[in-house]
């Protein structure tokens, strides 16, 4: 099964709760056991899974993304969006998720995030269930 879903970002960065998302097409696909697949086709987002209780640990993943990719730094990339870029490389463009009984198998605390690094904007990710 494959799903694609469209959401609009609200900040140049930021990291969006897609976790129901995700999980609502887990429950659609009727599938029990096997793998989920979600992936982000853009250059300047991403996709991670992390902790979804407490909000201050997306600033904390946020501001030290900064610090390692400021905003201005010294890219030769002329958009000038070299810094998301780089944090989308770092994060990556997709995860896989075993599903069991029907279920994403996710920690206690885990959910899984869309990443944007050069909104806001319109995006996209893609859900394959298997």
């Not at 696909?29 to 989920?36: D, H, N, R, V």
């Not at 853009?42 to 400021?70: C, F, G, M, W, Y």
């Amino acid at each position: 099964m494959f799903v694609s879903h469209t959401l609009r970002t609200k900040a140049c960065e930021e990291l969006i709760d897609i976790t129901r998302t995700v999980e609502e097409d887990v429950s659609f696909s009727g599938i029990k056991e096997g793998l989920c697949v979600v992936y982000v086709p853009h250059t300047t987002a991403a996709v991670t899974i992390n902790e979804d209780a407490d909000p201050s640990v997306r600033e904390d993943i946020l501001r030290q993304l900064k610090n390692l990719a400021p905003r201005k730094g010294e890219y030769s990339h002329l958009e000038g969006n070299s810094d998301a870029h780089i944090k989308s490389s770092l994060l990556g463009a997709s995860q896989t998720i075993p599903v069991h009984e029907g279920r994403l198998v996710l920690g206690t605390w885990q959910g899984v995030f869309f990443c944007e690094f050069d909104g806001p904007r319109d995006r996209r990710f893609y859900v394959t269930l298997t």
